[in-house]
């Protein structure tokens, strides 16, 4: 299959968030306002598309960070990230308080340049990621582009599939040297042959960042090889449940104690892939659609420099 051009899926708030911890506090509007975030986002959002050269592009956003039906199967999902638990009403993220008015006009700069910017109330950035995959994997393979993920969450190493022709571009290295992940990279730095099957890994080895809890004693190691040995998560609880010898006694007590978290963990760390997203007009915009605006917002946070690199990046795009 051929890619028709290229699909670049932001998850937004992975990427403002390494901006603000990655660019100086010291970076302010003129009234004072600490606009380290904006400028830095959008100096990546530069260079990706000069780098990545997309035809299209979305901001994916979080319109539910910590989600019911995460937190329903697993009370401890993303909990230690609770600010300060609001009775009767919805938990409020820990956000560093000078990152906090930064984003509404993170908001505010994306409109402007006419980004696509969509979130699905409910559900996380991850899952407007995964279900936008989906989308375009359905298309026709005439029609269908290359995607890429661009993230510092290793949760969406799952979407990962090199025949539908999605890569993650994970941050761990920063956007200047992206590290690519594909089939073969997991293979060499997981020991997982596709995306699915990391997310089995990932079920089994659970993540404290996100309160889950995995299965005790097996890590990551173990977990892959039982993925590789079994196929699949049902798999292994096959194995696990018809008592086959290529489990040791001791891995088959673990996942017997473990049976309720694993009852449930799947549902919160695969992604969804048919969240309630509204289409948008993806199409990477070549010019500013509001130009008035945004030199207005340039001048109101200081952000001359860093609108003007974006504005060049767009202009120069195939």
């Known amino acids: 299959m051929t890619a028709h051009g290229r699909l670049l899926l932001l998850d937004t708030a992975s990427l403002y968030f390494r901006a603000f911890f990655g660019v100086p506090d ?64 919805s938990d409020v993220e820990e956000v560093p308080d000078l990152l906090t008015p930064q984003v509404p006009v993170i908001v505010e700069v994306l409109e402007a340049f006419g980004i696509a910017r969509v979130g699905a109330p409910g559900f996380e950035a991850d899952d407007v990621i995964g279900t936008l995959v989906a989308r375009e994997k359905a298309r026709p393979a005439g029609e269908r582009a290359a995607v890429d993920v661009v993230t510092g969450d290793r949760d969406l190493f799952q979407l990962v599939d090199d025949e539908a022709h999605v890569r993650v571009l994970y941050t761990v290295r920063g956007i200047k040297d992206l590290e690519v992940v594909d089939q073969a990279r997991l293979a060499e730095r997981y020991a997982v042959a ?110 001359a420099s860093s609108v003007r690199r974006v504005v060049d990046a767009l202009a120069s795009a195939d």
């Open 194 to 303: 596709s995306g699915p099957a990391y997310a089995d890994m990932a079920v089994l080895r659970g993540d404290p960042s996100d309160g889950l809890p995995g299965v005790a004693g097996i890590g990551e190691k173990t977990a892959a090889t039982l993925v590789h040995r079994y196929g699949s998560l049902d798999g292994i609880l096959a194995a696990r449940d018809t008592g086959d010898a290529g489990l040791t006694a001791t891995q088959r007590r673990r996942l017997v104690e473990a049976a309720d978290y694993l009852a449930v963990a799947p549902r919160v760390v695969t992604v969804a892939h048919d969240a309630p997203v509204a289409d948008v007009d993806d199409a990477l915009p070549r010019v500013a659609a509001d130009p008035e605006r945004l030199v207005a917002l340039a001048e109101r946070w200081g952000l």
């Open 26 to 89: 010291s970076v302010k509007a003129p009234d004072g306002t600490p606009v380290n975030a904006v400028r830095g986002l959008l100096d990546m959002i530069a260079r990706l598309v000069v780098d990545r050269r997309p035809t299209r592009l979305v901001a994916c956003w979080d319109d539910d960070w910590r989600p019911a039906f995460r937190v329903e199967a697993i009370p401890s999902y993303k909990a230690h990230r609770v600010a300060v638990p609001v009775p009767g009403g």
